[in-house]
């Protein structure tokens, strides 16, 4: 923009001082016209945390300035519902939506340079999306958006034994606590995936999922075998192995069962036969030696 400022000959000859000042006043008032302009940078990446810590959520101005004077909002979806605000130089705790009373910070150590952090505390599933990071001077104003992911990391897979059906064995695999929805495997120790009979996965009140998988296990099947369990934000996840020996087949099959008790018994009566019988011959032969 530029303005031509025109003054009377006699006026600034016969007043230099009043010309020098009106220069200067409209000189100001042409570069304050003129809005200083930034840009909002973030992270070029999601940022990942984990269930039950803490998220930090940086985002600065570009060319660095102060941003002590400027309005400082966190938002997701709704501008009008700030995640976190700074506004007159302090922070406006009670503008904030619900879920997030309480639980934020803005780090400002380095807003005298345009750069700040917001901090948010006992991170859930629900925080799982987008984050706008905004500022506004007094006459611009621009925003960047951040993506955090949430990782939730379940606990060990508990491995049971549920029955015997179908001839073998019915292997239960359960673990809870796991976020984004988890992915569930069975394998022998060669890590050959063998297929379950059944998958469930069910997700709690707090976001949280818990999976179960089920197989059944035979003796001409692999009898070493691991119950895996991971996401897609964690790797490798978590893993348990159990070996099932032979004897515990034998219950899958009753007649096997009887048989191998049958042989147990008659085993034991045999034993107990001969016992008697050498005891009674022995007796015998000490008292043909007394006579």
């Known amino acids: 923009m530029k303005m031509r400022i025109f003054f009377h000959s006699h006026c600034a000859m016969g007043n230099p001082s009043l010309s020098s000042y009106l220069i200067f006043f409209f000189t100001v008032r042409v570069s304050t016209l003129e809005p200083v302009t930034f840009k909002v940078i973030g992270p070029d990446h999601p940022i990942t945390a984990s269930v039950g810590e803490d998220a930090l959520l940086p985002c600065h101005l570009s060319p660095s300035m102060s941003a002590q004077e400027m309005e400082v909002r966190w ?23 619900p879920d997030y ?52 990391l379940g606990s060990t897979p508990r491995i049971a034994i549920d029955s015997y059906q179908s001839g073998g064995i019915h292997m239960v695999c359960e673990s809870a606590g796991w976020y984004p929805e988890p992915e569930m495997q069975w394998r022998d120790l060669r890590g050959q995936h063998l297929p379950s009979l059944t998958e469930k996965i069910t997700q709690h009140d707090n976001g949280l999922f818990e999976a179960q998988i089920s197989i059944i296990v035979t003796e001409t099947s692999s009898q070493d075998l691991s119950c895996s369990v991971r996401n897609s934000h964690l790797d490798p996840g978590k893993k348990s192995v159990v070996y099932i020996a032979d004897p515990f087949f034998l219950w899958g099959y009753p007649l096997k069962v009887a048989v191998y008790i049958l042989l147990v018994v008659v085993a034991l009566l045999t034993f107990t036969a001969s016992y008697l019988f050498w005891k009674q011959h022995k007796a015998k032969a000490a008292h043909d030696a007394e006579r």
Not at 78 to 92: I, M, R, T
Not at 108 to 120: D, Q
């Open 75 to 97: 938002f997701r979806s709704k501008f009008s519902e700030p995640v976190h605000l700074y506004q007159n130089g302090k922070d406006q705790a009670d503008q904030q939506i």
């Open 101 to 152: 009373q309480g639980r934020t910070e803005l780090l400002k150590e380095g807003i005298v340079n345009g750069s700040v952090v917001l901090r948010i505390r006992n991170i859930s599933p629900s925080d799982y999306g987008q984050f706008n990071c905004f500022f506004r001077s007094r006459n611009f104003y621009e925003d960047a958006v951040l993506e955090l992911k949430v990782a939730g």
